[in-house]
């Protein structure tokens, strides 16, 4: 099987040293890891049973959530995984111990490129770690996720006395949510804010939007259904 460019890439230590080199790389026929046809399609699937598991299980306490996921969908081969990866899609969202984007979307290790923080910030680091989920990775698909009763967002909107570093962390959310009302608001003003951020400070990123490589979506989880509506 010939290397495919992403392991060849990653082989390389990126995508800059690919470039400089002038290599071209024959993309694979077929991959070994889970590519779904549609990304986007496949993260909102992931969550319509995922949302329908949640609201089972807080109808019905007794109930493993475990236990109603996990079906009939891609697994990728842990041996496969042992030296490579080929995530999906990427997503950057909240820190909340009740946000976790594998489950949200029902998959497994290998799908998925996450980063987080508290509040879901575009702070260097995550506009660094999407670059590279974009440019060496190679992921169709960057979704931003805010989600409701978040407690940055909540603290960003309060005048309470924090820490500098906490200061540090909220001072950006402030400056997306300035005219919000309402929290929720305020939580979807952050979240499309951050995505702003990612095309406006990143040339790889927007060039990546542009050529059609990468698409940009929007969204909110809600802890009540379960369910990540499109924003
Ligand atoms: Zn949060």
Request: with cysteine; hydrophobic share 40%; glycine share 8%.
């Amino acid at each position: 099987m010939p290397m495919q460019r992403r392991e060849l890439l990653n082989a390389c230590g990126g995508l800059s040293v690919a470039v400089l080199a002038g290599v071209q790389v024959a993309e694979a026929a077929e991959s070994r890891f889970c590519s779904p046809e549609d990304p986007l399609q496949a993260l909102m699937e992931g969550n319509r049973r995922f949302s329908r598991a949640w609201r089972d299980a807080a109808a019905n306490p007794s109930t493993d959530l475990s236990v109603l996921l996990h079906g009939n969908r891609c697994f990728n081969p842990p041996g496969d995984l042992i030296d490579g990866q080929q995530p999906w899609a990427t997503v950057l969202t909240c820190a909340d111990s009740r946000v976790s984007p594998s489950w949200i979307f029902d998959t497994t290790p290998g799908e998925l490129f996450v980063i987080r923080n508290a509040g879901n910030t575009a702070f260097t680091e995550a506009i660094a770690s999407v670059e590279y989920s974009v440019s060496v990775l190679n992921t169709p698909l960057v979704m931003v996720m805010g989600h409701s009763g978040c407690g940055a967002v909540t603290s960003a909107m309060g005048g309470d006395d924090l820490s500098p570093s906490l200061e540090r962390l909220l001072n950006p959310i402030r400056e997306q949510i300035s005219d919000s009302t309402t929290l929720d608001e305020a939580i979807r003003r952050n979240a499309r804010g951050t995505a702003a951020k990612l095309l406006k400070q990143s040339d790889l990123l927007s060039q990546a939007e542009a050529d059609g490589r990468m698409r940009l979506v929007v969204s909110c989880f809600d802890l009540t259904s379960g369910a990540v509506i499109l924003i």
